[in-house]
């Protein structure tokens, strides 16, 4: 599954040796004839690769080239952060380093003719396997797509639906349907001709949207109110002509179809005048399943080809998994259904397990378990339905046991089941929001999101887009998770002005770790090695640690701890993260209870984000942390014991967040006014320390107006709520970007 956001890395890659600042320092040290080289044959692949996603579902050929693909892409990605890390390493030389340390890099591997020498190798070894790679796309047929304009579309006739339902087999849905059917009694805003009501039901995929415009289309009220009534499935599709043919066939089926292959036959205006024709002075209510299109003119188009000769009161109830598209349709508020009670849930898993009424009192203990099962359903009818029907007929508790154990995805799954419905969602979403869906599965299910923090981890692992102008990267975050929750990925969702809340369906959950198994990985205490391939690991528990890193695990970019990683052995995880993760890019440790950090820390010459947040043993950081040129984001926040800054922090040049706590009563304020990237400073100090050392408010004076007066920043200071007991203050300094 991790193939399907290859397009995105590529992506990421190809912007990179574009930017001007990349060209630039490449010609400085002779390698901008590699680059280039490799940046041409990157746009070849690149051209083919979304049709290559789109068409290796069944062949495996495919999929292996695009594995062997991705492999090299990451390997570029490496080389160029390489290079990044020695343009960081020499500016800071520049700037702030001694003779001792000009002598130093001279005779390291820094020294720049060894890593011009080094760095031609690397590209050309690159370079090498992705010719050979490259050459074999023309085998597979592939078209060129450059861009990535989903909705994709496919002609998946096993989505089209229909309306017939009966009622029996709808339980739990009777409010939803009387409020759907009072929306469609209810007069339009203007009662004429020209009016026409759009009702949109939104929700994520198998949460039952078709079954209820089944149920509302089917009352008896709807007849008496419509006498005409239209079921048209659009699915991906939206071509105009197609859905005006659908129209009219369903507005009367006496008639003889319209058929599909004299669609070429037939143009716009003649069809029009059948739709008139078969619309003219009827009321109808017509209902719309499944959209994804959300080109505002095609829909515009359509609707005004339908209501032309509209009878007043006619409505159109559309069905969609997103909620711009159920915006962009609806004249009214959309209706956003809602999870099932786990009541009318365990009713409906005892429909499809059991093939008789009644015949689930005859077991009592499968119905224990079933109602274990339907836990893991979360309210979603789909799901309901597809682990009702595995256990059809099946009596014996170890096959129920083996359902209720298993993670859904697991469990066998027919085209109509609650894999193949999420996973729809998935394949629908453009490619530079697939990967940031995909490390959702690094957080445990009910996790409470913010805004912020998934910024934070989505910028440090290079994923974000570049921030256009007056934009910054947790702008560009906001916007991709505003899309997520228009699709229906979000759900519990906050808006916090500056900031989001947010949770998502332990489903989508189960999807996210679904497409993200290839990469992502979640260590509990079951696991006892780590797949070569993985690139991102999640801690469930500190005690997972164990003999987790047997592998080779080399290529590992990520390591957190969402639980907390109090009472762990992060000495010995440190040192590893040192011997074999030389690529790190976030080492998150909060709630840790390490007493120091290792001097080589400051080898970690990729990472970006380090946390040791709330880590109450720790009194000294290593000076050799200055060393990590590319760290983004510092956070040794709730540090209480923590006695000083480690010094030179100015050389962390690229450091955008730096959250402190510290008893140290004299604040390097030079150091970190000459933090050129700075955007967010935040320092807590106890109100003791404050009382003994008045000073500090000159400190944070001196500190405050040297800032403002390099870069016109804002200064806040205002009381933290009791924090065990200790009252503290924080000072906040929101800055803004260095260009």
Not at 51 to 73: I, Y
Not at 271 to 283: E, I, P, T, V, Y
Not at 596 to 610: D, E, N, Q, V
């Amino acid at each position: 599954m991790a193939e399907s956001f290859i397009f995105s890395i590529a992506e990421s890659l190809i912007t990179k040796l574009a930017s001007h600042a990349f060209q630039e320092a490449s010609r400085v040290v002779g390698l901008y004839d590699h680059l280039r080289d490799l940046k041409k044959t990157l746009s070849y692949v690149k051209a083919v690769l979304l049709d290559a996603e789109q068409k290796q579902e069944h062949n495996h050929e495919l999929q292996e080239w695009l594995r062997q693909l991705k492999s090299v892409f990451y390997d570029a990605e490496d080389v160029l952060d390489e290079f990044e890390c020695q343009t960081l390493r020499k500016q800071v030389l520049k700037a702030h380093g001694t003779i001792k340390d000009e002598v130093s890099h001279f005779f390291s591997s820094s020294n720049p003719l060894v890593f011009r020498s080094k760095m031609a190798q690397q590209i050309k070894d690159v370079s090498k396997r992705l010719d050979k790679v490259a050459a074999d796309r023309h085998k597979f047929g592939l078209r060129i797509i450059d861009v990535d304009t989903r909705v994709v579309h496919r002609r998946d006739t096993s989505r089209m639906t229909h309306s017939r339902v009966s009622d029996s087999d709808v339980i739990g849905r009777e409010h939803d349907k009387e409020k759907i059917i009072e929306l469609l009694m209810q007069q339009n805003p203007n009662d004429d001709e020209k009016s026409l009501s759009v009702i949109p039901i939104v929700g994520i995929g198998g949460l039952g949207k078709t079954t209820l415009a089944k149920f509302v289309f089917n009352d008896k009220r709807i007849d008496g109110c419509f006498p005409l009534k239209m079921w048209v499935c659009v699915s991906d599709d939206f071509d105009i002509n197609q859905l005006i043919i659908k129209i009219i066939n369903s507005a009367n089926v006496a008639d003889a179809p319209l058929r599909q292959q004299n669609l070429d036959m037939v143009d716009l205006e003649q069809l029009q005048n059948q739709l008139r024709s078969r619309l003219a002075g009827k009321k109808f209510l017509l209902v719309l399943d499944d959209v994804w299109n959300d080109d505002r003119v095609r829909w515009v188009d359509l609707k005004n080809l339908i209501k032309v000769g509209v009878a007043a009161g006619s409505k159109i109830l559309v069905t969609t998994r997103i909620d711009s598209i159920a915006s962009m349709m609806g004249t009214v508020a959309s209706y956003k259904l809602q999870s099932l009670s786990p009541k009318n849930s365990l009713s409906l898993f005892v429909k499809w397990a059991f093939k008789n009424e009644g015949e689930e009192e005859k077991h009592p203990h499968l119905v224990n378990i079933g109602k274990e099962i339907v836990n893991k359903c979360k309210g979603v009818p789909l799901a309901v339905r597809t682990l009702g029907s595995l256990l059809f007929s099946k009596f014996e508790a170890n096959e129920w046991e083996y359902v209720r154990d298993n993670e859904i995805w697991n469990l066998p799954q027919n085209k109509d089941d609650i894999l193949p419905a999420l996973k729809l969602s998935y394949d629908f979403l453009p490619s530079y929001l697939r990967q940031f869906f995909a490390l959702f599965s690094l957080y445990p299910k009910d996790y409470e999101f913010d805004s912020v923090e998934v910024a934070r981890l989505w910028e440090a692992l290079g994923v974000l887009a570049p921030p256009r102008k007056n934009e910054t990267p947790e702008d560009v975050a906001k916007q991709y998770l505003d899309e997520l929750l228009s699709r229906s990925f979000l759900q519990d969702f906050i808006d916090g002005g500056t900031f989001y809340e947010f949770k998502i369906h332990d489903l989508v959950h189960d999807l996210a770790v679904f497409v993200a198994k290839e990469e992502c990985l979640v260590v509990n205490s079951h696991i006892q090695n780590i797949p070569e391939n993985i690139r991102h690991l999640s801690f469930a528990e500190y005690n997972c640690l164990g003999n987790s890193f047997t592998s080779k695990s080399i290529a590992v970019r990520t390591i957190m701890f969402p639980n907390g990683a109090e009472g762990g052995s992060v000495e010995s995880l440190l040192n590893t993260c040192v011997s074999k993760f030389k690529l790190l890019r976030v080492l998150d440790l909060i709630d840790s209870t390490c007493k120091t950090l290792p001097r080589s820390i400051g080898k970690l010459k990729h990472l970006r984000y380090f946390s040791i947040q709330n880590n109450r043993n720790i009194k000294r950081l290593p000076n050799s942390i200055c060393k990590l040129q590319n760290l983004q984001f510092l956070d040794v926040s709730g540090c209480e014991e923590l006695e000083a800054l480690p010094k030179g922090l100015r050389k962390l040049i690229s450091l955008r967040y730096l959250e402190i706590t510290t008893k140290q009563p004299v604040l390097p304020y030079s150091e970190i006014a000459n933090l050129i990237s700075l955007a967010l400073l935040t320092i807590e100090v106890t109100l003791e320390l404050l009382l003994r050392h008045g000073r500090i408010n000159s400190q944070i004076s001196m500190l405050g107006f040297s800032i403002v007066h390099q870069v016109n920043a804002c200064v806040c200071l205002f009381p933290l709520p009791i924090l065990r007991c200790a009252y503290y203050f924080v000072v906040i300094f929101i800055l803004g970007y260095l260009l």
